[in-house]
């Protein structure tokens, strides 16, 4: 008789988005008049550049003529991409990767939950809270989280480290010592970002525990400021205790092609053991590499017509983002983040849960947020509002919560 993974059955309650999904359809049949306006998921709404567009068609071409023709692709990706890649997102920034420790996959929300599978089971996890679920519930699925606390809404074996306004929203180095630490900057969902000498530290410690950080970069894109990194590969000593993880979703709108790629230095190494050795294996067993259409698709982000076009795109975003900030806060709001990130965190007004809130806002002004209690507890009594959205849509969303008497 055949046994389930029980691990996937440790899992609590169903999906976040999924929840929103069913509140946001029940209003909707109720209501058919109203326009519901949705800053929820973190989707992009633009559509591709021209540049990326051209470069698709070329490679659907190429596919149409034996000459041209591609089919597997290799296991880490084309060189031409994984060259484009080390060149601009790393060399030009002064970081030393070199094309073959980049392996092209179809994304990070992939990557960040197989990641794991290269680690034992006994090493223990830390994440931020609130956190992109991705990371935690790939960790659960393994069976490396121990049991789940419903009242605290936290697993036994997994150290949380809690972002809140006291601290910035930047997780402090935990006091119970860490093998695998995920951290995300600019983060989802608080849009907080960390300094490189705040990274730095966080490389240092790692170091000197022994344990690795995965890095998860997805909006390096929206970084403004200079003293922000792009890379954890600009800390000096990453390229011994640090993953990176990238994807062409929110820099480049792939969210419906697919693209993204994860850096594992050659130095990384648990005793003699590169760790790029063993994602090569899993690479090479369980992934069929990204499309090579989409790999020419990538190639073109990084073009200088890709480059231009996609600087007004994170632009368009980062226009929304400043809108809400703005307009929130001059509402009365507390607000961070939507500065070098496309999500604003919102603090919900007076003892309002993140739910309460959720509810409020669809009910009375038909827009639609993230409730920041569905990315742990830490995040109950904040919102999570992003800027992909249209830009009229955006102002009139907001627009709409100002006339709110809270
Ligand atoms: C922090 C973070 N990592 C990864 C992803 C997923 O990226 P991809 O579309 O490349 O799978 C997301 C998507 O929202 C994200 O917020």
Not at 197 to 223: C, F, M, S, T
Not at 245 to 252: P, T, V
Not at 256 to 274: A, H, N, Q, S
Request: glycine share 8%; proline share 5%.
């Amino acid at each position: 008789m055949f046994k389930l993974n029980e691990n996937y059955l440790k899992l609590p309650g169903s999906y976040l988005f999924s929840t929103i999904g069913k509140k946001v359809n029940a209003y909707s049949a109720a209501h058919p008049d109203k326009r519901i306006i949705r800053l929820g998921i973190g989707d992009v709404t633009q559509p591709l550049a021209p540049a990326i567009i051209e470069a698709l068609h070329r490679a659907v071409d190429e596919m149409g003529h034996a000459e041209t023709f591609h089919g597997y692709a290799p296991d880490l990706g084309y060189e031409f991409l994984r060259d484009t890649i080390a060149e601009n997102d790393y060399r030009a920034r002064g970081c030393d990767i070199s094309p073959d420790e980049i392996f092209v996959s179809d994304g990070a929300k992939c990557d960040s939950s197989n990641i794991q599978e290269i680690f034992g089971l006994d090493n223990k996890i830390a994440v931020c809270d609130p956190v992109y679920p991705v990371y935690v519930d790939s960790n659960v699925m393994a069976g490396r989280t121990g049991t789940y606390d419903k009242n605290t809404e936290t697993w036994s074996d997994v150290i949380y480290m809690p972002c809140t306004a006291a601290n910035g929203f930047a997780p402090e180095l935990p006091k119970e010592t860490p093998d695998l630490i995920y951290l995300c900057f600019p983060n989802n969902p608080t849009g907080a970002t960390v300094t490189k000498a705040q990274l730095q530290e966080w490389v240092d410690y790692a170091n000197k525990v022994g344990a690795v950080i995965i890095y998860d970069a997805a909006y390096e894109a929206y970084i403004s400021d200079a003293d922000v990194p792009h890379s954890i590969y600009e800390c000096q000593g990453a390229q011994t205790c640090a993953i990176e993880l990238r994807s062409f979703s929110k820099n480049a709108g792939f969210t419906g092609v697919r693209l993204g790629f994860t850096v594992i230095p050659k130095e990384l190494k648990c005793g003699d053991v590169m760790l790029h050795s063993l994602w090569a294996r899993r690479h090479g067993t369980k992934y069929n590499g990204a499309p090579y259409i989409v790999q020419r698709a990538g190639e073109a982000v990084y073009s200088e017509a890709g480059k231009e076009q996609l600087k007004q795109q994170v632009a368009y975003y980062m226009k929304n983002a400043s809108y809400i900030y703005n307009g929130l806060k001059e509402a009365g709001f507390t607000v961070s983040g939507g500065v070098n990130a496309p999500y604003i965190w919102l603090k919900t007004p007076g003892s309002m849960t993140s739910w309460e809130f959720f509810d409020m806002l669809l009910e009375n002004v038909n827009v639609v947020g993230t409730p920041g209690s569905g990315f742990g507890p830490s995040g109950e009594g904040y919102f999570r509002l992003t800027a992909f959205g249209s830009y009229e849509n955006t102002v009139e969303a907001v627009d709409r919560i100002r006339t709110l008497k809270l």
